[in-house]
Nanobody
């Protein structure tokens, strides 16, 4: 059973940066596609970014492209989301997710989800 634990959320001013981490345990991290989603109050959960198991392929939502960078360190069983130039509209709970394919991750059909970490961007 894969377990995912997010960390790194917090309160930051607009224009600032945060780096989220997602630590995985209990499974074959290095063979899993992974991604980040977010859910703002009163809104549906939305896709943010995804990365292939080897890290060679990455995908981003248009709203974060050029500002966020997804990466992973398979030796540490950890995935990251570097968030720069943060905006108030980036405020949400951020979730990491893992699955056997990128299609499942991007399609919000992943097998495994973390509990989420709150990111709040003040104006």
């Amino acid at each position: 059973q894969v377990q995912l634990v997010e960390s790194g959320g917090g309160l930051v001013q607009a224009g600032g940066s945060l780096r989220l981490s997602c630590a995985a345990s209990g499974g074959t991290f290095g063979r899993s596609a992974m991604g980040w989603f977010r859910q703002a109050p009163g809104k549906d959960r939305e896709f943010v970014a995804a990365i292939s198991w080897g890290g060679r392929s990455t995908y981003y939502a248009e709203s974060v492209k050029g500002r966020f960078t997804i990466s992973r360190d398979n030796a540490k069983d950890t995935m990251y989301l570097q968030m720069n130039s943060l905006k108030p509209e980036d405020t949400a709970v951020y979730y990491c997710t893992a699955s056997s394919s990128l299609a499942e991750v991007k399609g919000e059909a992943s097998n495994y989800w973390g509990q989420g970490t709150q990111v709040t961007v003040s104006s």
